[in-house]
């Protein structure tokens, strides 16, 4: 499945994100926002689109709100 980015309010949300998202055994990359993405935080992550879900999850009970998913 191809890769989501998942972009975020702050680079610290990010930062804090990719942890809890490793931690929970979820494959995430820090990468720069890319051109086309609209966000405050100049760090994006990316996950594999079949942990979609898994991510959410994670990131909902560690209580770090995610901006959106770009596609």
């Given at each position: 499945?191809?890769?989501?980015?998942?972009?975020?309010?702050?680079?610290?949300?990010?930062?804090?994100?990719?942890?809890?998202?490793?931690?929970?055994?979820v494959a995430a990359?820090?990468?720069?926002?890319?051109?086309?993405?609209?966000?405050?935080?100049?760090?994006?992550?990316?996950?594999?689109?079949?942990?979609?879900?898994?991510?959410?999850?994670?990131?909902?009970?560690?209580?770090?709100?995610?901006?959106?998913?770009?596609?």
């Amino acid at each position: 499945m191809a890769e989501l980015i998942l972009v975020f309010a702050t680079n610290a949300d990010a930062m804090i994100a990719t942890k809890a998202l490793k931690d929970a055994g979820v494959a995430a990359k820090m990468i720069p926002k890319p051109a086309g993405v609209d966000s405050t935080a100049n760090l994006c992550l990316t996950i594999d689109g079949s942990s979609e879900n898994d991510a959410a999850s994670v990131l909902n009970v560690a209580g770090i709100a995610f901006g959106g998913v770009a596609r």
